[in-house]
């Protein structure tokens, strides 16, 4: 009887910091086992081994910056059965989405000695603004397990598993108390999608929304709250401006506030 074939699993990177790619190689033993049900076709960053496609599944981080890349994408999509997008880079354009509310020929001429060199686009632009994308991932990084589930849903057929609600959720279920409520400091929790764990509230800080924005977010009734705590305009933009600056949620909101 001849051996089933493994499906082919290929990791892409796009302009990014490896963040999420180093996520799924810290899964170690989870890793091992996974390599047992797919072949890793491509993984430049685990391996020089290439195996040509068509892939069952592509896992791309980073955002589009620059022409070749935004040729790039589309011949990924197409050698592509799904395609999942991993991290705030690939969702929502990343921490250089930052570029996108200024002009960025002028951080051209002031970073480099030569700008008729560097070739790039105006703007920092998440995947699905060029192709389809099956679903996205968030984080920065995203959540190993949340990752590992993910790919298990789409090599079995079935939704992947990962929560809509916010990090007040964890909080809540961690036993956190509020830092919002209980100490006054301005937290991003509320409008924040749940993946990280609530790290930050249990250490007594403000989640600065590193997982993106939750599904409807009340944004605009949070920067009441936060006005109410003694925040000020400027520091209200740039609490929606870090690393899913570009996501709309968090654009408008600071947009609202300039």
């Known amino acids: 009887m001849p051996r089933k074939r493994r499906p082919k699993l290929a990791v892409w990177k796009f302009a990014s910091c490896d963040g999420c790619q180093l996520s799924l190689l810290d899964c170690e033993d989870e890793l091992l086992r996974l390599a047992g049900h797919v072949e890793i076709a491509y993984f430049p960053e685990a391996s020089r081994a290439i195996v ?13 910056t620059t022409p070749h890349d935004a040729e790039r994408i589309h011949q990924v999509r197409r050698a592509s059965r799904f395609l999942v997008t991993i991290g705030a880079c690939a969702t929502a354009g990343g921490i ?6 200024k002009d960025v020929r002028e951080f051209i001429s002031i970073v480099y000695a030569t700008p008729v060199y560097i070739e790039t686009l105006s703007k920092s632009t998440p995947i ?26 789409f090599l079995h057929g079935r939704k992947p598993n990962t929560p809509p609600h916010s990090v007040c959720m964890e909080c809540k279920r961690r036993g956190v108390v509020c830092v919002m409520v209980a100490h006054g400091t301005p937290c991003l929790g509320p409008v924040t999608h749940a993946g990280c764990g609530a790290i930050c ?46 996501a709309e949620p968090f654009r408008k909101e600071s947009e609202a506030h300039e």
């Open 52 to 64: 040509r496609g068509p892939y069952d599944l592509s896992l791309v981080e980073g955002s589009i």
């Open 96 to 101: 250089q989405a930052l570029r996108n509310f």
């Open 128 to 153: 699905a603004e060029h192709v389809f994308v099956d679903f996205e991932l968030r984080g920065c990084p995203i959540n190993k397990y949340q990752l590992l589930d993910v790919i298990s849903a």
């Open 201 to 246: 509230p249990t250490y007594h800080r403000g989640c600065y929304g590193c997982f993106g924005p939750k599904e409807t977010p009340n944004t605009n009734s949070l920067s009441a709250w936060w006005s109410h705590l003694g925040v000020k305009e400027q520091d209200l933009v740039r609490a929606f401006r870090g690393f899913n600056a570009y």
